[in-house]
């Protein structure tokens, strides 16, 4: 390997991993130059792949999102020799990833076991959402689900309303820590050369997130959702100006703080009792009426600018088209044009973190179209020849 390649350019992965959390962690790794081989079948693809007009348009939108750079070739587990070529698959690999329900690999006979006799020292991941174990363990669920199971879910939205679904946060937030824990078990094996399966619950990623609020319950306290608020800033919100649906994201974090907010506001006489912090704290409904009605009549954007000025923390809470057309991200590849013969030039999003001596990490390729790559892993990889593959396809092993 040379230094400028992809830090898991070699790195190969068997994708079982449907829906949106587990196909999040494997494109992660893609984008960081791993290989990555999604598995699926016409007759059982990726939910995800299907067209989902709840999204706003009448494409698959979602897995998009979760599946440019991967590779695809159909395999119709339910057929023995499928589940064979997919264990001469993973004998190639050194990462399989599936997100299905505890059980499902071991009936279709590609459970852990079964997977490390065909590689001695494969990485398994199961993202599931309450783990391979435990008296959970068989409820299936999505992402709304691991907030609410997980605590988050409670612990998000004002202190008079209801608990906030969480929905793609989860997912995502599931998928980065099961990237995290492959990567960990990646390089124990380069280290000691044996396999490892690593079990991560969805729910425990949750739970995970809202640490400070569990330590509070253990000690016989009742944790409540703090909305916009904090438990030492104020203001600390998000405000109403001028324009609608243009809101003004704001925190102080000191009384000088606060004295310059004043200033840029042209509010330096407002009442004594909010000079300090501990005031404003006790005060915090008080204050943030204030700043409602002296932002009401503001431009957001050049309100913004004048605060970061003067040293306070704010912005305007951008809208995705605001991300969309951002200079900045795209100078940096956050954003990255793709296109393809059949598909107009489109925004993606690319890989976050930077490396200064590597190429090849980010969004290489659009979304593969199901059994897209099947010559080059059939053929070249598993050496299955124009007739072989005929056969099987006519027997429905490759659908």
Known sequence: MTSREAPLTGVRIADFTIHAAGPYCTHLLSQLGAECIKIESRTRPDAFRKPHAVYGRMQAATFDQVSANKLSVRLNLKQPEAVALAKRLVGLSDIAA????PGVMNRLGLGFDELRAARPDIVLLSLSASGQSGPDSHFAGYAPLFGAWGGLGWMSGYTDGPPVEMRHVMDHSA???AALATMAALHQRRRTGAAQHVDLAAREVASAMIGDALVLASMGQTPVRPGNADLA??????YPTAQPDRWLTLAVRNDQEWRALLGALGQEGAAARFATAAGRQQHAAEVDQLLTGWLAACDADAMASRLQQAGVCAHVSWSLQDIADDAHLREREALVEVSASDIPPRLAVGAPGRFDRTDGVGIRRLTPALGQDEDYV????????????????AREVIC
């Open 98 to 101: 599936e997100s299905f329900r």
């Open 175 to 177: 998928g980065m820590h």
């Open 233 to 238: 800033m104020s203001p600390h919100g998000v």
């Open 378 to 393: 059939f053929g070249e990889l598993l050496g299955l020849g124009f007739a072989q593959r005929a056969d099987l396809e």
